[in-house]
């Protein structure tokens, strides 16, 4: 056998299944930050009025409605929190800012934003008086000057009248996704609640988060069909379908990219069967002298080239992983923030992924190569033992 051939072989297979994992990892790993990021401020599923639109200017609904009970209880739901909004004003000095103020409760999963905390805490909330803690994102600290400690005016209009309320900067955040860091902070629900001369009771709407995203259309639709008639119920796909739908765009990326490195690996081992057998030709003659039926020679180069195919897989799976676990814990490949909304490479590993692209590889090549392997049938004893 020539060892050349085989090593080109081997190298092919090993290159092209390791760029097939490592564009994996990295397409859901962007994936997955984006949708985590997006969804840390909305929640799966949103239950609001219907008239709830962009204006930030919500109607309230009661927080206990009839159906909340059997919302939670509902199979696919982990929780369930209230939320307030409200359009405001930062003035600091020169330094004008419009924001968007988002009034939690007690029962507000605070995890997404305790695990982006750049410095401070997340605020405090009391069960009786209304705390005057914020959190305010990095890019508005760093556009306003505003520091953790510090006192923050924020200037709020209801019914044209202007209200202004004082917080306590307790904390600063970043997600790295611009369009959300740029306006949003996170403060005690009572504020929002005073400022629209709301009841305890009354709330912008709730936020209903699913134990697994890849069923959220489905439970989006529950829910819809559980809700007052009076009510709406929309997916966080559905509140920001650019978002979602550029996400959707990257999978194409993906299909491209294995579906050129499946071809080549293909190729690479159709050749080099050929070589093998153009080499052993005056072997097979001999083989077939023997009394060998076609079939058994046909295997045994089917077999040394499913052979070359594993070593090629192993070596691409441990180049793959290897570059993904440095990647994921040193971050040594970094992204501009402001046009991909994170500041390095995201990777996702994900074992049903890596497993499938192997079973496919090798699938695929090992079906390609029974093709070219019909030829030794062909092969005629007499002028193979001849051949030189």
């Known amino acids: 056998m020539a ?12 290159l092209g299944l390791s760029v097939m994992i490592v564009a994996v990892a990295i397409v859901t790993g962007f994936q997955k930050q984006i949708r985590e990021k997006v969804i840390g401020f909305g929640g799966h599923i ?9 204006s930030y200017e919500y109607h309230p609904i009661d927080r206990n ?19 307030g909004i409200k359009a405001g004003i930062i003035s600091t000095g020169s330094q004008i800012q419009g924001v968007v103020m988002k009034g939690i409760d007690r029962d507000f999963d605070t995890a997404f934003f305790a695990k982006r905390l750049v410095e401070g805490r997340m605020p405090i909330l009391k ?43 307790c904390g600063i955040y970043e997600t790295e996704l611009a369009e959300f860091d740029k306006i ?11 400022l629209n001369n709301w009841s305890p009771n009354q709330v912008a709407g709730l936020e209903v988060m699913v134990s697994d995203f890849n069923n959220i259309d489905d439970m989006g639709h529950q829910v819809f069909n559980l809700v007052s ?14 978002i979602f739908d550029w996400l959707e765009l990257l999978n194409m990326n993906v299909v491209i990219i294995i579906a050129l490195m499946i071809i080549v690996a293909v190729i690479t081992m159709i050749s080099t069967l050929l070589i093998l057998i153009l080499e052993q030709t005056t072997l097979i003659g001999l083989l077939k002298a023997m009394g060998a039926p076609n079939w058994s020679i046909r295997r045994i180069f089917l077999m040394k080239a499913a052979w070359l195919t594993l070593k090629g897989m192993a070596w691409g799976n441990l180049i793959a992983l290897t570059i993904c676990i440095l990647q994921a814990r040193f971050h040594f490949l970094t992204l501009p923030q402001e046009t991909y909304y994170m500041a390095f490479v995201p990777i996702n590993l994900n074992p049903m992924h890596i497993l499938l692209i192997n079973a496919g590889t090798l699938l695929v090549c090992t079906i390609m190569l029974v093709v070219p392997s019909y030829i030794i049938a062909r092969i005629q004893p007499v002028k193979a033992i001849r051949w030189e």
Not at 46 to 54: H, R
């Open 46 to 54: 949103q239950i609001t009025e219907y008239n709830a639109n962009t």
């Open 65 to 83: 409605p009839v159906f909340l009970p059997q919302l939670k209880a509902m199979p696919g739901i982990q929780h369930v929190q209230v939320f």
């Open 127 to 169: 069960d009786t008086a209304t705390s005057q803690d914020i959190l305010v994102s990095h890019m508005l600290a760093k556009m306003l000057e505003l520091k953790v400690g510090g006192p923050l005016r924020v200037y709020f209009i209801n019914n044209g009248e202007v209200r202004a309320r004082r917080f306590n900067i």
């Open 3 to 14: 060892r050349p051939i085989a090593r080109v072989a081997v190298v092919s297979i090993a």
């Open 229 to 242: 008639y009076n009510l709406n119920s929309r997916t966080i796909k559905q509140l920001y379908p650019q």
């Open 184 to 194: 949003y902070i996170i403060g005690d629900i009572r504020h929002i609640q005073k």
